[in-house]
């Protein structure tokens, strides 16, 4: 009965899409045709695409490697586990191809993050993650990069915001990382104006909504609430400080800690008040032609 079992979930788990698996772990293809999807080989560094997966037979081949094979195979080897420890992750993952993405977030904050190159954006993934979240692409690139970086031996690529010590915000559109010091971001325009977002996407959409404003602020992006406090002595050096912190019971909070301590901050977060936040206004086209 138990090698019934096993057979039945052996085959359940070479039916998952290899293409879409890769995807959720962060791997999307460098070039695609009617029968083959490209991709930079997730178990190996390399600069040229060798990593080859049929869109027909669901099967891949590295050709530097000299192996291929199934979905199982794959996962063996990217995870350098047995085959039952492989059924088990496709099979524990499959109920939800969704894919569980906040428990693998998880799993790659623990690892060491080591940063690659830093260049414009120009991977069509990451444009069209900016375009997902109403994100023109001069505008990502007046702001941030286009990241690759290495994480547990594998090439991973995101866009990027640099924080004020020199680590990086990463984000693409199914991982949430960041790599060490991990801090608050500073972007200076010597004004006597600062605003303060929450996130990346929140800055980038307030420029979206409102270049001039921000081209004529100086802008500091939290990356975390948990960095407030090291803002704190930056606020009384100027004239004027915008919030456009989230609406979430964490924000409100955050917001309210900032009135009380200084009289010249004001808070914006009416301006999207039907909203978690502004990127989430952003993205209801309908509610900005209004």
Known sequence: M?????????????????????AK??????RKT?????????????????????LHKNLWYDFGMGKGGSIIDLIMEMKSCTINEALEYLMNDRTAFSFRPLKTEG??????????????IYLQGLIDYLKSRNIPLEVGN??????WYNCKGKRFF?????????????????FKNSSSPKTFSLIENDSKQLLITEG???MLSLATIDEDLVQSSDSIILNSLAFIKRIESLIPKYKRVLLFLDNDPAGKKATASLLNQYNHITDHSDSYKDYVDLNEKLKDEKAWKK
Not at 40 to 54: H, I, M
Not at 107 to 120: G, T
Not at 159 to 167: A, E, F, K, S, V
């Open 200 to 202: 990346m996407f929140d």
């Open 142 to 147: 007046n702001y941030c990069k286009q990241i």
């Open 34 to 54: 009617e029968k083959e999807a490209w991709f930079l080989s997730p178990l190996r560094s390399e600069t040229q695409a060798s990593f080859s997966v049929s």
């Open 107 to 120: 799993r790659w904050k623990q690892a060491e993050i080591r940063i690659l190159d830093v260049e414009d």
């Open 25 to 30: 772990l962060g791997h999307f293809p460098s």
């Open 2 to 22: 138990e090698n019934i079992e096993t057979s039945k979930s052996w085959e359940k788990a070479r039916n998952i899409c290899i293409v879409k698996t890769l």
């Open 158 to 174: 995101a866009i990027g915001l640099q924080n004020h010590l020199g680590g990086w915000e990463l984000r693409n559109k199914y």
